[in-house]
């Protein structure tokens, strides 16, 4: 069964970091690109940012809203891909959900989503 | 970045009911267009892609046309497990963006 799982979510006063990490399992990881999307509580989906796979040379795009700010990684061996934030805003306050993907793909598998808030 | 808007975005229909929720881009973006279905609580699920395609294990009721800037999803015949939100997304760009959701409601 493909799954991916997030963690890492929790409460961070503004100007904080924090570290999220996605677990893959059921597929080959190495073969896909992986995605972060958010969404804030009742509200829309915001796609983040990806990674690509080894073929893609790992290369990485974020939306212009996180931009400098955030950093995807992945360890293929540990089928595992991360999100590194930085410098954190009150409007980054969102459910953050992982997601496979492919060039010019769709988001065919999604995590349950990991919560991140930012306050003071 | 392209922004994609989504028509109604709330809809209100019965059961049976034929439903169609609009989703235009703001340039070209050839086929590279899916939509998903959230229900509260939980992830998006992939429902079409490359406009039309039904993903597996989707019911055929759902269908998806269009092309260029202009795209549907048409529910054939409603049923309850379609209550939900839908959304529609491009990925025909380096960055990605989706529409912001049409909610379909019991009337």
């Known amino acids: 069964e493909v799954q991916l799982v997030e963690s890492g979510g929790g409460l961070v006063q503004p100007g904080g970091s924090l570290r999220l990490s996605c677990a893959a399992s059921?597929?080959?990881?190495?073969?896909?690109?992986m995605d972060w999307v958010r969404q804030t509580p009742g509200k829309g989906l915001e796609w983040v940012g990806r990674?690509?796979?080894?073929?893609?040379?790992?290369?990485?795009e974020y939306a212009a809203s996180v931009k400098g700010r955030f950093t995807i990684s992945r360890d293929d061996s540990k089928k595992s891909m991360y999100l590194q934030m930085n410098s954190l805003k009150t409007e980054d306050t969102a459910l953050y959900y992982c997601?496979?993907?492919?060039?010019?793909?769709?988001?065919?598998?999604w995590g349950r989503g990991t919560l991140v808030t930012v306050s003071s | 970045d392209i922004q994609m808007t989504q028509s109604p975005s709330t809809l209100s229909a019965s059961v049976g009911d034929r439903v169609t929720i609009t989703c235009r881009a703001s340039?070209?973006?050839?086929?590279?267009l899916a939509w998903y279905q959230q229900k509260p609580g939980k992830a998006p699920k992939l429902l079409i892609y490359?406009?039309?395609t039904l993903e597996s294990g989707v019911p055929s009721r759902f269908s998806g046309s269009g092309s260029g800037t202009e795209f549907t999803l048409t529910i054939s015949s409603l049923q309850p497990d379609d209550f939900a939100t839908y959304y529609c997304?491009?990925?025909?760009?380096?960055?990605?963006?989706f529409g912001g959701g049409t909610k379909v409601e019991i009337k």
């Open positions: 997601a496979r993907s492919g060039s010019y793909a769709p988001f065919d598998c």
């Open positions: 059921g597929f080959s990881f190495s073969d896909h690109y």
């Open positions: 990674t690509r796979n080894k073929a893609n040379s790992y290369s990485t």
């Open positions: 340039q070209t973006i050839s086929n590279n």
């Open positions: 490359k406009t039309s």
């Open positions: 997304q491009q990925c025909d760009s380096y960055s990605l963006t």
